[in-house]
């Protein structure tokens, strides 16, 4: 990748292959070429690394409570706070590079007691972690200048005056670096060496997510975004993570050339950041979805997050009650919303009106003490009588007790019965009632388990 000053294209990055021709960060494109003539040159997306470096900087915010973006292409991360919750700063950066590797990205990762001066270990790529600031000066001298971010025209100044690394730089008498490189150069300088402080604009998250990610070549399949979902569901995750908080609904939207977005609604029972479960729901979605036209690029929205408290990310929750609420969520995912339904309870009389659909493992309790069967017939079945007695599959014997329901006067659809618990020759239960009023049949309305 290359970066066009007007003056001299420079190589902005340069991957392994490259180097292994002798290409370096900062070395002009007409030297690059010749080292090799099978050279791929990218120039540089401002405007997407600039988007690229706000998401991982909400990505961040998991590790830091202080994230600083230093454009085009750095974050830094104040993370003295943060160690013992990580388990050091080597630990720390463990945990970032491999977060950033799930994300798809390559990174530089170093630490040191000032920003620049991490900032110029990362560049050279040794992943060094400096604990005190005064070894700063021993650590940095053996680095080339290149690392430093100085416009082109002051590096070559430094070339030709014979300055090849930090060392050298850092000899030079400060009044002749003053008058050569200017008083802004030695601003650098000491701030990099903690001699003076270096304020950074703390960065602050959104307060909603809404990442878009164009895809390199139109995908047809739905199945095949899966993959390009993950790392938007990542950067989701640690975005929640750094601000404690879950989404009980997110929203991918698949961008079309030709015709309206398609938008996928992802519901869940309760509110988390889990990246695992966030991923599995996504698949069931993905599996029945048919594109009508091909996808250019993906976005992933999450507009209301929510505080979680202690008891949301309990960790001694019981792990059935887990897989049920996983379950629940991917049954919805796979059948729909409207075909995953509890039910409750109401305080009703009627039988037939005394429950309603709703959300699963949220229904309401009814705080009456009579015996109801869970299974109610759709319409009350007419029995006979035999000796007197109510007949099904032979003669029910009825056990102790009635309960005596006359409601509904009110709206038309008055009962007026006695109920009992019956018992079958086979040993089976049932629940059946007897009219009080008219010809006093019997009606099998309910069965026991």
Not at 90 to 113: D, H, I, N, Q
Not at 153 to 167: D, N, Q, S
Not at 241 to 247: C, D, K, S, T
């Amino acid at each position: 990748m290359i970066r066009d000053d007007g003056r001299r294209a420079r190589v902005l990055f340069c991957n392994a292959g490259a180097e292994q021709c002798g290409i370096r960060t900062g070395m002009s494109l007409a030297a690059a070429r010749v080292l090799t003539g099978k050279l791929l040159v990218h120039g540089m997306d401002n405007k997407a690394v600039h988007e690229a470096l706000r998401g991982l900087a909400d990505w961040a915010y998991q590790f830091s409570s202080r994230v600083s973006l230093y454009p085009p292409y750095a974050l830094f991360l104040e993370v003295q706070g943060s160690l013992s919750l990580f388990g050091g700063r080597t630990a720390l950066l463990k945990s970032v590079r491999s977060g950033l590797v799930a994300l798809g990205y390559e990174a530089r990762l170093a630490a040191a007691p000032t920003p620049l001066a991490a900032f110029s270990l990362a560049r050279c790529g040794s992943g060094r972690v400096v604990e005190a600031r005064h070894e700063l000066a021993a650590a940095l001298a053996p680095l080339p200048i290149l690392v430093l971010d100085w416009v082109p025209a002051l590096l070559e100044r430094l070339e030709g005056m014979g300055v090849r690394r930090l060392g050298d730089l850092l000899r030079l008498p400060r009044d002749g670096l003053a008058r050569r490189l200017g008083q802004q150069s030695l601003l650098y300088l000491d701030r990099m060496l903690g001699r003076c402080p270096h304020p950074l604009a703390p960065y602050q998250p959104a307060p909603a997510f809404r990442r878009r990610l164009p895809l390199a070549a139109e995908v047809e399949q739905a199945q095949a975004l899966l993959f390009v979902l993950q790392r938007l569901v990542l950067e989701l995750c640690g975005w929640l993570q750094g601000r404690g908080a879950g989404v009980q609904i997110f929203t991918v939207c698949l961008l079309h050339r030709e015709r309206c977005d398609t938008r996928l609604r992802i519901g869940m029972r309760r509110a988390g950041r889990d990246a695992g479960q966030f991923t599995a729901l996504l698949r069931e979605h993905l599996q029945g979805l048919v594109l009508q036209q091909p996808v250019i690029a993906v976005e992933l929205q999450a507009v209301q997050p929510v505080r979680l408290d202690d008891r949301s990310m309990d960790l001694f929750r019981s792990a059935d009650v887990q897989e049920r609420i996983d379950l629940l969520d991917c049954l919805r995912a796979r059948l729909g919303e409207e075909a995953v339904q509890g039910i409750s309870a109401v305080a009703e009389h009627r039988p037939e009106y005394a429950w309603s659909y709703s959300e699963p493992g949220r229904s309401r309790s009814d705080s009456r003490e009579q015996i109801r069967p869970l299974w109610l017939l759709a319409v009350p079945r007419p029995l006979e009588t035999r000796e007197g007695r109510p007949y099904w599959h032979g003669c029910l014997r009825l056990q102790a007790g009635r309960e005596r329901i006359e409601s509904g006067w009110w709206d038309g659809r008055d009962v007026a019965r006695d109920y009992f618990v019956a018992t079958s020759p086979s040993g089976s239960r049932y629940w059946i009632y007897r009219e009080l009023s008219g010809e006093r049949r019997w009606y099998l309305q309910g069965v026991f388990e």
